[in-house]
């Protein structure tokens, strides 16, 4: 088995068909935005382009607010099962560097469910299953047992409301258990060090560090200087539009 030593050259039928156990190395930060990227699952403003007259367009989220950049992680972990295993297998390495040994793995319902699992399942600790109920809000169904510690991880990491949701979750219901004051993620787009949750500090242990800027329509800069916003996501076609509009 040849073992991978960068995938930047990769194209989208290499990282299709990427073995995940042919990469030993933790990934750089263009590594895993070459991924997202390159698989047609991340977008990002130009701001050169701009400069030169070619405005495009930015994304208006789901929130409304408008952004300079969109990655799609929930996407593409579901379509690519082979790169899903290869995150899980780099967020197991970020545990083993930072030492911690936890008996129960869970991610962020419902975007990091499957990633959570996949990390559970290489490391060896139990998985634990978290639902979003009806109402929209995180709910835990797995019996935990006092004493035992859990490690809560997210796909992409922005606010950190999710994570603090499942925290406040866990710690409600099972206040014995020893949550772990880390969020694992893949890529912190956020700029966040820390959740705040209570009197703890999580530390946000990011596979890459990626800062995607959003602003209200009436803060938005990128429409001040003439682009306009669209949802990316909502079509194919609104996606195509926005990953060309930029193009020479």
Request: aromatic residues 6%; proline residues 3%.
């Amino acid at each position: 088995m040849t073992i991978v030593t960068s995938i930047l050259d990769m194209n989208k039928n290499d990282l299709a068909s990427l073995n995940p156990d042919t990469v030993a190395h933790l990934l750089s930060k263009e590594e895993t935005l070459h991924i997202f990227l390159t698989l047609g699952y991340a977008w990002f403003y130009d701001y050169g382009a701009a400069d030169d007259g070619r405005l495009g367009l930015h994304a208006m989220l789901k929130s409304l607010n408008h952004s300079d950049g969109f990655i799609n992680a929930k996407g593409c972990l579901k379509e690519y099962l082979n790169i899903r295993k290869l995150f899980a297998r780099q967020i197991v390495m970020r545990i083993k560097e930072l030492d911690l040994r936890p008996d129960y793995i869970v991610g962020v319902p419902t975007a990091a469910t499957d990633l959570g699992n996949e990390v559970a399942e290489i490391s060896g600790a139990e998985k634990v299953e978290m639902i979003k109920n009806e109402e929209g809000h995180i709910k835990i169904v797995t019996s935990l047992e006092a004493d035992k510690s859990i490690l809560v991880i997210d796909d992409i990491c922005t606010k950190g409301t999710g994570y603090a949701e499942a925290v406040k979750e866990i710690k409600s219901q099972y206040p014995g258990v020893v949550v772990l004051a880390f969020d694992i993620v893949i890529v912190n787009r956020g700029g966040l060090e820390f959740i705040k949750i209570g009197d703890v500090h999580y530390e946000v242990s990011p596979i890459a560090e990626r800062r995607i800027n959003d602003w209200t329509k009436e803060e938005c800069p990128l429409c001040e200087r003439g682009s306009e916003a669209i949802k990316p996501k909502i079509t194919d076609e609104n996606w195509e539009r926005i990953t060309t509009s930029q193009a020479v």
